[in-house]
């Protein structure tokens, strides 16, 4: 008799059915070192160390959507994977959305599908997974919400692991858009993109990005200044 696989929780549903599984509150800014102890066996078949993988990273769209591709990119190096630009020497693809026009939502579904021939573990983000939850090429894949960035180590490692987690709440606590201190790698090492707001205030029916960031919501003041100081005085960037 075939076996019957019994359905995935996500984070916050297995948090509630009081079986959560041993995953981080938030996201640690640098990297966990993991060595193995002296007169211990190396992991075999199918144990995966969290960290220890190879990510390859796709971004589609605009600046906005750049910058988080940027966060994700540096939140995951810090914990210890490894981004590569190639797709073919990837654990695990990570594919950042954009929905705002046809080719690029185009190229995002065509990246799926060969993810999927090519049997690589997969991930979406972006502004498609958000504003179109039903989409049916990404059914079954685990998602990063445009509003839960923060929490792409958490969604790599469960993916990593064969589950699918879906994140697409909006943000905790009444905030709107991640901290703009996470960790990040630029594409470009000589621009650095400072999200200033998230959201549109408009309701233009040719464009799907309200359906996906919501209403215009402003990051405050401060926190603007501190990443430019930060991106100045810290990292040099000029």
Not at 46 to 62: F, H
Not at 73 to 92: F, M, N
Not at 229 to 234: A, L, P, T, Y
Request: aromatic share 4%.
């Amino acid at each position: 008799m075939a076996r019957v696989k019994e359905p995935l929780l996500d984070i916050e549903e297995c948090v509630i059915a009081g079986s959560s599984p041993n995953i981080n509150s938030h996201v640690l800014p640098k990297a966990l070192r993991r060595r193995q102890r002296p007169g211990t066996a190396a992991p075999v078949g199918d144990s995966v160390i969290p960290g220890s993988q190879v990510v390859y990273l796709k971004t589609w769209g605009c600046s906005h959507n750049n910058s988080d591709g940027e966060y994700m990119a540096g939140q995951l190096s810090a914990y210890g994977y490894r981004i590569t630009e190639s797709p073919l020497d990837a654990d695990l693809w990570l594919l950042n959305s954009c929905t705002v026009k046809g080719p690029s939502e185009d190229s995002f579904i065509n990246a799926v599908r060969s993810g999927r021939k090519l049997k690589k573990k997969i991930v979406v983000a972006g502004c498609v997974p958000q504003g179109q939850r039903n989409h049916g090429d990404l059914e079954g894949l685990s998602v990063v919400g445009v509003q839960q960035i923060d929490r792409v180590v958490e969604v790599v490692e469960e993916t990593l692991n064969g589950n699918c987690i879906q994140l697409l709440s909006s943000r905790r606590q009444g905030r709107r858009g991640v901290s703009l201190s996470l960790p990040k790698i630029r594409r470009n090492k000589l621009i650095e993109i400072i999200p200033i707001n998230s959201g549109c205030l408009n309701q233009c029916t040719y464009c799907k990005t309200k359906h996906a960031r919501g209403d215009l919501c402003s990051y405050p003041m401060e926190e603007i200044v501190s990443r430019a100081k930060q991106v100045f005085q810290g990292e040099g960037l000029q």
